[in-house]
């Protein structure tokens, strides 16, 4: 897309004649309309088109779910409540013979405001079950919590490694493959076609706002068309391989996998629900996605233009662009408007999370018959009053939970992809210019 040539100002009117000639656009930014002579006028096809945006998909989405995994699960993860009453443990009787970690806690007398330790499961537990059950039966609550809790970025990635193996970091590879490749494909080649093809219906505005549409349009497409593998993707990587704190023996060995269980979970959705609940979080990707795809792509189509425009002021930088070049333009450019567009549109991002992960109580279960008698579940109301219901209990910190690890995928994630992109279809650009050269 960037291409600068040193030339005369007759020569500069042939290139403005050969690209309008060729379908393009020369009312764009300047880094679309300073081309070279020879290129230009050879577009090439939409395959071209979608092998480059493959190119891009297979490399991001190998180096940066891992980031991904540790956004959803740092997202997803319970938050303890600001009003527990901590000041009861300073009142605690003498003499309660808990000398270890807590393996399972319950309330002494019921409603009493401290709890006790025990290793077994007695209801109510008498003192000599607490002398008699072995420390070793269960785990410690302590240190499950702390296995399960992430701090940090760091934190989780450190944890999921050392606790569920290192190829957890990888978890979800599979359906983001088969998820970002169809997606980018038609989000890349949908705001190709809306930017630059003269029948496209924003040809007639203000180029300075068609990136800021055509970015968003094209998401909207790209998002209908992968939503329920995008759930899929979201609720497996919130799962966790460490058994439930309550599991023992038999039944956390014959606990499922993460895979199959997240499986079963989506078919018993569409058993219930149909195959549209699939589609369940369409709307909260929409409310993440389409804004920081516009805001992407008008930050991206500005800084380019703030580069090629620096290249012009100095006649050292204005040569014959190459591979280098394009991908540097590119690179610094995505990296520098992915960050900034991730950061803005964060608070969409944590609430589309947590209301994917959500799991709603069955009407026969205890809570389900106590939630139909009250008001809807945070995570079942509309996204701004779910996201104002988390800026009340959390502050602002809550809205941008898991920033650092979206902006640190996100960001390189944006750079690698339009580099590889933009490299790949002058590649692309200069074979059939061969071709035609040859012929």
């Keep these: ?5 040193q030339g005369k100002p007759d020569e500069d009117k042939d290139i403005q004649s050969a690209s309008k000639e060729a379908g393009g656009q020369v009312n764009g930014q300047p880094h679309d309309r300073i081309s070279l002579r020879r290129h230009e006028a050879v577009e090439i096809t939409a395959v071209q088109r979608m092998l480059s945006a493959t190119s891009g998909s297979l490399l991001t989405s190998l180096l940066v779910t891992p980031l991904d995994v540790v956004r959803v699960r740092l997202q997803s993860q319970p938050v303890l409540s600001s009003t527990a009453n901590t000041l009861a443990f300073n009142n605690l009787p003498p003499n309660l ?12 007398n019921n409603n009493a405001n401290f709890c006790m330790a025990t290793t077994s499961t007695p209801h109510p537990p008498t003192l000599s079950a607490l002398s008699q059950t072995s420390s ?7 240190e499950e919590t702390s296995r399960r809790i ?34 980018n494909v038609i989000y890349f080649t949908g705001y190709d076609w809306l930017r630059y093809n003269p029948s496209s219906p924003l040809s007639t505005l203000s180029p300075a706002y068609i990136p800021l549409i055509a970015g968003s349009v094209a998401r909207i497409g790209a998002s209908t068309a992968i939503s329920p593998l995008e759930m899929f993707r979201t609720r497996l990587q919130a799962s966790s ?14 606990r499922r996998s993460p895979f199959t269980e997240t499986l079963a979970g989506i078919g018993h959705m569409v058993q219930k629900s149909g195959y549209t609940s699939l589609w369940r979080g369409l709307t909260l990707t929409l409310w993440r996605d389409v804004p920081f795809s516009g805001l992407y792509w008008w930050g991206y189509e500005s800084v380019r233009s703030q580069l090629t425009a620096a290249r012009e002021r100095h006649p050292a930088l204005t040569v014959e662009t190459t591979h280098g070049t394009t991908f ?8 520098l408007s992915g960050a900034a567009a991730s950061i803005i549109t964060m608070p969409f991002d944590v609430g589309k999370t947590r209301q994917q ?21 945070p995570e079942e109301r509309s996204m701004p009053r779910f996201l104002w219901h988390i800026f009340k209990e959390e502050g602002v910190g809550g809205l941008f939970t898991g920033c650092a690890a979206r902006v640190l995928k996100v960001a390189p994630a944006c750079a690698i992809m339009i580099s590889s992109y933009e490299v790949g279809k002058v590649v692309f650009r200069r074979r059939n210019e061969r071709a035609r050269d040859a012929a």
């Design 328 to 335: 540097n333009d590119s690179f610094l450019a995505g990296l």
């Design 241 to 254: 391989s460490l058994p439930p704190s309550s599991s023992t023996g038999a039944a956390a060995a014959v």
């Design 97 to 108: 013979g808990v000398s270890s970690c807590c393996r399972e806690v319950f309330w002494v």
């Design 136 to 142: 070793l039966s269960l785990p410690c609550a302590a």
């Design 150 to 183: 992430f701090t940090s970025t760091y934190d989780g990635l450190k944890k999921i490694a050392r606790n569920e193996g290192l190829t957890t970091l990888w978890r979800g590879l599979s359906p983001t493959l088969a998820m970002v490749i169809p997606a």
């Design 357 to 377: 992960v959500y799991k709603r109580p069955a009407p026969g279960t205890e809570e389900g018959v106590k939630k139909g008698a009250r008001r809807l579940a």
């Design 1 to 5: 897309m960037s291409f600068v040539v």
